[in-house]
């Protein structure tokens, strides 16, 4: 877990790529709001797509290998952005370079896709009694990346300028992919499998040797498996709003606070700063919570503060209460992941990797969604859209309150499925 963790901290600061340093681009390429927000949104789109297959891939491989090809393509993809700002920058950098500069960030953007990854990772080390408490500790401490980086690239590029940021940037990437090779290790079934024994004999050791979780067949099936259980798209869609909303804020906020409320540059990254860290840190007693009272019930409650705080996000015109509904949204995000995971195992336990493909992949997507809607929202309607913008969120969260009590509905339906396997 703790190595899925650096690995997944490491990967994960690419949410922040390009969120705390948009407008030094805006300056010198003229860029317009739908532009500022498909260029924040870039890395999420590698990042959101990518964990399906990656996801799926852990059934099959276990994690590390699948870890370590994502961190090397981010890697690639931050050198590729450094090599630009070093060749161009600031002189020759124009509307011309943006297409390269949105081809970097989605290839930097693969490092986000270690999520899926390690969620296999962790699940199969941990018993069922247990996961809620592992996954939350494992996402929770690798989600505070983003909001680090956004309070750190600004000060390196403040005293040594854009390059500096980008390569700092780069040196820790290198970093994390040389701590993951060391410190991350597959469950026993993967071992036992790599060491040369069959599937069977691999599964019938790692149960002596206490893992719960098995995998299906291969990655193919376990997508498969996963994508013909229906209570997957429920989960995928709680996810959207909960994790890639978690995204989509992480990356528009400097643009909002600055654009709406003319914050100093400082304010706007501190305000996204504490909305990141404090949207992930809540998601670790949000996974205890989750264990203890129900991934339902608490994804219920954390929906109803992502509700609450949209509303006051898209309708305030001071500070003070925009900033209440920034971080009650930031709460209820951070809470409902944690549920949201919880209840993965719980629903299909026979394919926990591809079910994280694609509740990972295809939710992670809001955070490549949302940020141009909400600038096509601003383009529109001028400032007040900044605010406005916010009632996508209105929206989703409202979807989410049903999708939850569908789930939990059919929660009784899941528990008698569940038995035999158990036995």
């Given at each position: 877990?703790?190595g899925?963790?650096?690995?997944?901290?490491?990967?994960?600061?690419?949410?922040?790529?390009?969120?705390?340093?948009?407008?030094?681009?805006?300056?010198?390429?003229?860029?317009?709001?739908?532009?500022?927000?498909?260029?924040?949104?870039?890395p999420m789109?590698?990042?959101?797509?990518?964990?399906?297959?990656?996801?799926?891939?852990?059934?099959?491989?276990?994690?590390?290998?699948?870890?370590?090809?994502?961190?090397?393509?981010?890697v690639?993809?931050?050198?590729?952005?450094?090599?630009?700002?070093?060749?161009?920058?600031?002189?020759?950098?124009?509307?011309?370079?943006?297409?390269?500069?949105l081809?970097c960030?989605?290839?930097?953007?693969?490092?986000?896709?270690?999520?899926?990854?390690?969620?296999?990772q962790?699940?199969?080390?941990?018993?069922?009694?247990?996961?809620?408490?592992?996954?939350?500790?494992?996402?929770?401490?690798?989600?505070?990346?983003?909001?680090?980086?956004?309070?750190?690239?600004?000060?390196?590029?403040?005293?040594?300028?854009?390059?500096?940021?980008?390569?700092?940037?780069?040196?820790?990437v290198?970093?994390?992919?040389?701590?993951?090779?060391?410190?991350?290790?597959?469950?026993?079934?993967f071992?036992?499998?790599?060491?040369?024994?069959s599937?069977?004999?691999?599964?019938?050791q790692?149960?002596?040797?206490?893992?719960?979780?098995?995998?299906?067949?291969g990655?193919?099936?376990?997508?498969?498996?996963a994508?013909f259980?229906?209570?997957?798209?429920?989960?995928?869609?709680?996810?959207?709003?909960?994790?890639?909303?978690?995204?989509?804020l992480?990356?528009?906020l400097?643009?909002?606070?600055?654009?709406?409320?003319?914050?100093?540059?400082?304010?706007?990254l501190?305000?996204?700063?504490?909305?990141?860290l404090?949207?992930?840190?809540?998601?670790?007693?949000?996974?205890?919570w989750?264990?203890?009272?129900?991934?339902?019930k608490?994804?219920?409650?954390?929906?109803?503060?992502v509700?609450?705080?949209?509303?006051?996000?898209?309708?305030?015109?001071?500070?003070?209460?925009?900033v209440?509904?920034?971080?009650?949204?930031?709460?209820?995000?951070?809470?409902?992941?944690?549920a949201?995971?919880?209840?993965?195992?719980?629903?299909?336990?026979?394919a926990?990797?591809?079910?994280?493909?694609?509740?990972?992949?295809?939710?992670?997507?809001?955070?490549?969604?949302?940020?141009?809607?909400?600038?096509?929202?601003?383009?529109?309607?001028?400032?007040?859209?900044?605010?406005?913008?916010?009632?996508?969120?209105?929206?989703?969260?409202?979807?989410?309150?049903?999708?939850?009590g569908?789930l939990?509905?059919t929660?009784?339906?899941?528990?008698?499925?569940?038995?035999?396997?158990?036995a």
């Open positions: 877990m703790f899925a963790t650096v690995g997944f901290f490491i990967g994960f600061g690419a949410v922040s790529l390009f969120g705390p340093t948009a407008q030094s681009f805006v300056k010198l390429m003229d860029l317009g709001p739908q532009q500022v927000g498909l260029l924040v949104a870039m789109l590698t990042g959101s797509l990518l964990r399906i297959p990656f996801g799926a891939w852990v059934d099959r491989n276990g994690g590390k290998l699948p870890f370590l090809v994502l961190l090397l393509a981010s690639l993809g931050i050198a590729g952005l450094y090599w630009m700002l070093l060749s161009r920058y600031p002189d020759h950098l124009s509307q011309a370079q943006y297409p390269l500069l081809a960030g989605a290839l930097g953007g693969c490092g986000i896709a270690t999520f899926s990854v390690g969620i296999g962790v699940s199969y080390w941990f018993e069922r009694s247990r996961q809620g408490r592992a996954l939350a500790f494992y996402a929770g401490l690798g989600n505070t990346s983003p909001g680090l980086v956004a309070i750190v690239l600004p000060l390196i590029i403040a005293y040594g300028g854009l390059r500096a940021g980008y390569l700092v940037s780069l040196a820790i290198l970093t994390g992919l040389v701590l993951y090779v060391v410190l991350g290790f597959d469950a026993p079934y071992q036992l499998r790599r060491g040369g024994a599937r069977e004999q691999a599964m019938a790692a149960r002596a040797a206490g893992q719960e979780l098995l995998p299906a067949a990655a193919a099936r376990s997508l498969r498996d994508a259980s229906w209570r997957t798209w429920p989960l995928v869609g709680l996810y959207f709003t909960s994790f890639g909303g978690f995204l989509a992480t990356a528009w400097p643009t909002f606070w600055g654009a709406y409320y003319h914050a100093p540059h400082w304010l706007a501190a305000l996204t700063a504490g909305f990141s404090f949207s992930s840190l809540i998601r670790v007693p949000g996974g205890a989750a264990d203890r009272l129900g991934g339902e608490v994804a219920f409650a954390a929906f109803l503060s509700l609450a705080g949209a509303l006051l996000m898209s309708g305030a015109s001071v500070l003070g209460l925009t209440l509904g920034e971080f009650l949204m930031g709460a209820g995000m951070g809470v409902a992941n944690a949201v995971f919880r209840l993965v195992p719980q629903y299909v336990p026979d926990v990797g591809g079910t994280a493909g694609w509740v990972g992949g295809l939710g992670a997507l809001g955070g490549f969604v949302v940020p141009p809607l909400l600038g096509r929202v601003a383009q529109s309607l001028g400032p007040v859209g900044y605010a406005r913008g916010y009632l996508v969120y209105v929206v989703l969260a409202l979807l989410c309150l049903g999708l939850t569908l939990a509905r929660r009784a339906g899941v528990a008698r499925a569940a038995r035999p396997l158990a």
